[in-house]
């Protein structure tokens, strides 16, 4: 079976830095898109990087400039740099991919890591 496993998060003050893994593994044939999603406590999951297979990545307007998304294909893996974190972007991390694996193309999730940034 697929699984997703996130590592990487963690505390850290305003201004700092962390940096996000997600590795896919399992009898995977290839991988379209993958992404980082959060969620604070009581709000909505919302996206925060999406980057496809072929490099092109988007992000939410919250993160423009700050966070930066990348992949390692050959390694099945996404990244998330996130740079002059603010308090704001605490949450719940999720690494999403979508994954086509014994004939059938689904979405994947991971188990999610704490993110929290103290003022």
């Known amino acids: 079976q697929v699984q997703l496993v996130e590592s990487g998060g963690g505390l850290v003050q305003a201004g700092g830095s962390l940096r996000l893994s997600c590795a896919a593994s399992?009898?995977?044939?290839?991988?379209?898109?993958m992404g980082w999603y959060r969620q604070a406590p009581g709000k909505q999951r919302e996206l925060v990087a999406l980057i496809y297979s072929g490099g092109i990545a988007n992000y939410a307007d919250s993160v423009k400039g700050r966070f930066t998304i990348s992949r390692d294909n050959a390694k099945n893996t996404v990244y998330l740099q996130m740079n002059s974190l603010k308090p704001e972007d605490t949450g719940v991390y999720y690494c999403?991919?979508?994954?086509?694996?014994?004939?059938?193309?689904?979405?994947?999730w991971g188990q999610g890591t704490q993110v929290t940034v103290s003022s």
């Open positions: 399992g009898r995977i044939f290839s991988i379209n898109a």
């Open positions: 999403k991919a979508t994954i086509v694996a014994a004939g059938v193309r689904r979405d994947y």
